[in-house]
């Protein structure tokens, strides 16, 4: 039985490609209105086509999550089209630094994952969440990973940023859920997706690995199942659900 997301209004960010597109595709059967935020414009347009092209109702807007004035934007013009905002999925990340020891860890690499991964998971709940508040009802879903609380990230600034995204999320779910409003993230497992297949090959190159690197991509889990998990916590069937999901 699908998950009922029927009239729902959703922010997909990071929908054009990965997990944040097989949840704009997933939502959007599942009977939602789709504004899908992203940098990659043509990735972007292509998820919002598929969906628009089967029957359902969703629009793209360039939004880089790390940019104030992109982001204020962004909600304001989503806000206006979506006519209010149910629910924000957040899923736009980046992973760069992997295998880099901290002493040879640029700054550029560190500041350019902590602005996307934490800054842009900031700037987009500060303005959904005070348009949510208006509402007194909201449902916030946030890309954490296993990587910032297991030490098994590749990459010491993305294990950083997703350690941030929990602590953020525990905090922001204390502040807003007297406004009415739901905060979780999701610490997916190693997921078959652009930035994970290009970490997966690039430290299999790093380790020399001898075991095949095919079998390890064939191993990863498919993103249309982390998808099924997201519409299931942005559903009301999850109301009880508090703090992060972890999945394998
Ligand atoms: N794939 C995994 O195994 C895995 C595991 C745990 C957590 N995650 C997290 O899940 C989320 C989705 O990752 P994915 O694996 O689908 O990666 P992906 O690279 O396929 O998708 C990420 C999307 O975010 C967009 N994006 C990047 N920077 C942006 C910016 N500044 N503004 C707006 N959009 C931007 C990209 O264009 C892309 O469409 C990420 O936050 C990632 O850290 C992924």
Redesign the pocket.
Known sequence: MPVDLRKKKIIV??????????VALRVSANGAKVAV????SL??ASTVNKINNSGGNARYWH?????EI?VSGGVEAANNWLEGIDILI??????EGAGIEVDNLSENIWDSVL???LR?TYLICKYVSSIMKKSSHGIIIL?????GVTGTSSSLA?GA??GG?HGFTMVLQNDLSKYGIRVND???????????V??VKLMHKKNYKNFSLEKEIDE??S?DD?AKIIAFMASEDAKELKGTVFTN
């Open positions: 960010t990071g929908g054009a490609t990965g997990i944040g597109r097989s935020f992203d940098i990659n990735e972007g939004v880089d999550v790390s940019d992109g957040h899923m736009a990340g980046i992973l602005d996307v991964n842009g890309a954490a990973s296993p990587a993305y940023s997703k995204v999701i610490a997916p497992g190693s997921v078959k997706t652009p930035l994970k290009e970490n990863l889990i993103p982390v």
